[in-house]
């Protein structure tokens, strides 16, 4: 009993630690925006990796979301012979959880364990002490460009991934349920405010923002060698998505 105590208090020890480590590696990155400039080629590098590496998984993600949500509301809609608020329910669904929410997830898997990686293996290989040695500071060097790149690069996948979702939920009325798709688009555009558009893109500036800082923590903390890398990967893509599903929530609220 005292056993399984003691480890208890020290993954609570750990997780504080962790916590604590990434919310200032967080705020020292801001710190470093202001020269962003002299890092612009770095940056616009990791922007066009986050983005166009991404494109084919967002956009079978938020393809098939939309059909799904679509084929699964139109069923239930079907029984009270309300099928044409599809539009509706697609467009806000998109727009407001499952564009910035689905985009998320997958850059937290492809992009985030990516960074995790890359930083990982400098820091086991001790390329990282390099950097100190030689005055560079990582945060500058390393991670304010990932985290400037995969904050932009999830706003604008979002915006693609919620036009291909509502594409997709209107193919699933019109070939199942018969609606047309002027009445699908007209009935979204209706019901979708900007406070909509301008809340999921903020959702998903802040889950980018998230997922870059977690990604670099785990990389910077990772220790053992490849297997250290691994378990560091590992960490970043769990605990981005605990964190995503977390801040989804909060941000819901508060903003609707």
Do not use: H
């Amino acid at each position: 009993m005292l056993a399984l105590v003691s480890k208890a208090q020290r993954w609570f020890e750990n997780a504080c630690l962790g916590a604590g480590y990434t919310l200032d590696l967080f705020v020292r990155a801001m710190g470093q925006v202001a020269q962003i400039g002299r890092k612009r080629r770095e940056t616009i590098q990791q922007l066009n990796l986050c983005t166009f590496g991404s494109m084919p998984v967002v956009f079978i993600t938020a393809l098939f979301t939309g059909m799904i949500v679509s084929l699964q509301t139109g069923q239930v809609l079907r029984d009270f012979g309300q099928e044409s608020t599809l539009g509706y329910i697609v467009t806000i669904g998109m727009c407001r959880e499952m564009g910035p929410v689905f985009t998320c997830l997958s850059l937290a898997g492809l992009v985030g364990s990516t960074y995790a990686a890359e930083i990982g293996t400098m820091k086991v290989s001790e390329e990282v002490d390099a950097l100190e040695v030689m005055s560079i500071n990582p945060v500058y060097y390393l991670v304010m460009p990932r985290l400037i790149a995969l904050s932009l690069a999830a706003v604008a996948l979002t915006v693609y991934a919620n036009v291909i979702g509502i594409a997709g939920g209107a193919l699933v009325a019109r070939s199942n349920f018969d609606v047309d798709f002027e009445v699908f688009v007209k009935n979204g555009r209706d019901a979708l405010k900007m406070k909509d558009v301008y809340g999921g893109l903020l959702k998903t500036f802040i889950f980018g923002t998230t997922i870059a800082v977690v990604a670099c923590a785990q990389g910077l903390r990772a220790e053992g060698g490849p297997a250290g890398v691994g378990r560091a990967t590992l960490k970043s893509v769990v605990i981005s998505f605990m964190l995503i599903l977390v801040f989804d929530y909060l941000l819901t609220w508060m903003i609707w």
